[in-house]
């Protein structure tokens, strides 16, 4: 194996506690009882992929998905189930991306989308005082933002490129075995982060 020279690290679940359930059950009660067939974290339906590749608005997700809920759902209401899958920062996995420049370069390649990226910074910033997520990597990769999203090996070749660094340098490191499935077809070394483990506890 090459020398690792490169960290990319995913979001939620990694460095971001998140719960599936909440959002699950808060659509749940309001009329979508088959949320877990549209979206878990095994994978997203047409329109969950959508939103998370930045191809339909805001306003485009909100008017789709109203259609599965009871007649009275307001449109605060979505968002607040949406949003219950975040949860808190693991502040000690962000002190200890601090100590990692200058040993790697370090990276962020998340499945998300614009809803919650406002809600996740500013949690980020009413939790560490900080201003900026981004300032903790070289570079952000967002899905809503590049338009294309795990577990797709383009993905993962996409970023590579971008960043001009090579797979098998780079240690991708992701809670979700789909999405190191595809960062291991894309020739990436990789690391699957389970539910007790924090990053600060991998003997990088």
Wanted: charged share 20%; aromatic share 12%.
């Amino acid at each position: 194996m090459a020398k690792i020279k490169n960290l990319l690290f995913d979001l939620g679940g990694v460095l971001l506690n998140i719960d599936y359930n909440k959002t699950a059950d808060a659509f749940k009660k309001l009329g979508i009882h088959q949320f877990d067939e549209m979206y878990s974290q095994a994978g997203a339906n047409n329109l969950f992929e959508s939103l998370e590749t930045g191809k339909i608005s805001e306003e485009d997700f909100y008017k789709s998905i109203y259609q599965y809920c009871h007649p009275s759902t307001t449109q605060h209401q979505l968002e607040t189930a949406w949003n219950a899958i975040l949860l808190n920062f693991r502040i000690g996995s962000l002190n200890y991306l601090e100590q990692l420049p200058g040993k790697y370069n370090v990276y962020l390649l998340s499945n998300t989308n614009s809803i919650h990226s406002v809600a996740f910074h500013k949690m980020f910033n009413k939790e560490t005082g900080k201003l900026n997520l981004d300032d903790y990597f070289i570079k952000a990769y967002y899905s809503h933002h590049i338009q294309m999203r795990k577990p797709y090996k383009e993905t993962y070749h996409f970023v590579l490129n971008d960043a001009g660094i090579n797979a098998n340098e780079t240690l991708f490191i992701d809670d979700s075995s789909i999405n190191i499935e595809g960062a291991k077809e894309a020739g990436l070394e990789v690391y699957h982060l389970l539910a007790d483990q924090r990053i600060e506890d991998i003997n990088l």
